[in-house]
């Protein structure tokens, strides 16, 4: 019995700590959403401490800035104009 469980636990596939070579910024909820915005903007990574709910706060402000400032091409006689999603509310 002992084997089985202990065969068990060796093939459970335990991921690695993500090594990183800088610091990552936190947010931590309830503050200014635009700091961590340009965080993830510019290409480096966000770490969500606290509650479930920062996550889902900071996504949701994510999806509300994209919709304002991401340009998409629409087609009018196939001459592309571009727009802001901001013109096409979902």
């Known amino acids: 019995m ?4 202990n065969d068990l636990f060796s093939k ?3 991921p690695n ?3 990183l070579k ?5 947010y931590k909820g309830k503050r200014n959403l ?6 993830l903007e510019s290409g480096n990574h ?3 401490e606290g509650l479930y709910s920062n996550g889902l706060e900071l996504l949701s402000a994510l999806q509300s800035y994209l919709k304002k400032n991401t340009l998409i091409k629409v087609f009018k006689n196939n001459v592309p ?5 901001a013109d096409y509310p979902i």
């Open 46 to 48: 966000v770490l969500i």
């Open 81 to 85: 104009i571009v727009r802001s999603t």
């Open 22 to 26: 800088k610091e990552i910024e936190s």
């Open 2 to 5: 002992q084997d089985e469980s």
């Open 12 to 14: 459970i596939n335990k």
């Open 17 to 19: 700590p993500a090594l």
């Open 34 to 39: 635009s700091e961590p915005i340009g965080i």
